[in-house]
């Protein structure tokens, strides 16, 4: 036994320095079926005497063994690493891969810059339900069932009292059933109204509409609002003028142009010899849109706006059909980035 026990020790050695891998040695002499796992199952039939030398001895030869695996472990690592670092070279004089970088989209760069400029002069950003009842889309604006004001805003129904929004203001009455006054927000989103596709027109676009409700407020405030929208939007110079105008849910009410930010209001082929753009439409929030909401018209006033993102992008970047904004066409969009 103590000549198989001394024979394991120099196997193993020779085995591991002629290359055999550390877990063919392990597995042959270390293994549950191995050679030296064989003899210590073997030493019960010694006789007291030699039972703790040859267990010793065998401990000697585990003991010894496993060192020998632990460092041709460390020196196969060390092998491996340096294989993969001669075979992997990276040269890094070499002109590396370009990536194509990407862009928001024109209509996510506007709305954005839009909610910061309302955000700067103290507005919060409000967002609601694409899809609306006919109740907050229509009534809660103050446009009854079998109102005229209705056919401008024909829209897509999946019941008779739910619908595809056509505007944000039902975020508006939303907001001021659960707020009480102060109340200043802007609602960006996209709406739907049941109309064919072309240059000026699209059944999906996007808005965004403004909603101020205090105590106070008057005509003048909208104003000075607007007016310095006007400004960081189209520059410095820019000056707006109200028309009159009809909307169902405010009143008085206006539609709003700002002077040709091309032109400086001298006349060209963006505002069409005119000098103005029309931009939105605004106007005071109607008593009745108050009410309806729970809040007292007799002691609180509001003024309320809305703009289409789309056109506020086709105005500035001079983009006469509407339709290029939803094509994805990437020669187009590029031009954004």
Not at 187 to 192: A, E, N
Not at 198 to 218: K, M, N, W, Y
Not at 256 to 275: I, M, P, W
Request: proline share 4%; charged share 25%.
């Amino acid at each position: 036994m103590k000549e198989s026990l001394l024979q394991i020790k120099t196997a193993a050695a020779a085995e591991l320095a002629a290359g055999t891998s550390t877990e063919e040695v392990r597995i042959k002499y270390l293994g549950k079926k191995g050679e030296l796992t064989a003899i210590l199952r073997s030493m019960g039939g010694l006789s007291a005497d030699q039972r703790p030398v040859m267990g010793a001895l065998a401990n000697e030869v585990r003991e010894y063994v496993e060192g020998l695996l632990s460092t041709a472990a460390a020196a196969e690592a060390d092998k491996l690493i340096q294989s993969q670092l001669d075979g992997e070279t990276i040269d890094v004089t070499a002109p590396g891969t370009v990536t194509p970088v990407g862009a928001l989209h024109p209509i996510t760069q506007c709305e954005r810059q839009l909610c910061d400029i309302f955000c700067s002069m103290g507005f919060d950003i409000a967002e609601g339900f694409e899809i609306e009842t006919d109740y907050y889309n229509f009534q809660a604006m103050n446009i009854p069932e079998n109102h005229p004001a209705r056919d401008t805003q024909d829209t897509f129904y999946f019941t008779e009292s739910m619908l595809l929004r056509t505007h944000t203001s039902p975020v508006q009455a939303r907001v001021m059933e659960v707020q009480k006054p102060p109340i200043r927000i802007v609602s960006p989103g996209r709406v739907y109204r049941s109309d064919a596709v072309d240059a000026t027109h699209s059944p999906a676009f996007h808005q965004l509409e403004g909603l101020v409700v205090d105590r106070g407020i008057t005509m003048g405030d909208l104003r000075g609002i607007l007016e310095e929208f006007a400004r960081k939007m189209f520059g410095g110079e820019t000056r707006i003028r109200f028309r009159p105008h009809h909307f169902q849910f405010t009143e008085p009410s206006a539609e709003v142009d700002v002077s040709c930010f091309v032109c400086n209001s001298a006349g060209c082929r963006l505002c069409k010899g005119e000098g103005w753009i029309e931009i939105l439409g605004a106007g005071m929030v109607h008593p009745n849109v108050l009410s309806m909401a729970g809040i007292d018209p007799n002691v609180y006033s509001g003024f309320a706006f809305g703009m289409g993102i789309e056109r506020i992008i086709m105005t500035r970047w001079g983009i006469d059909d509407l339709r290029l904004l939803l094509e994805n066409d990437v020669r187009f969009l590029r031009q954004f980035g």
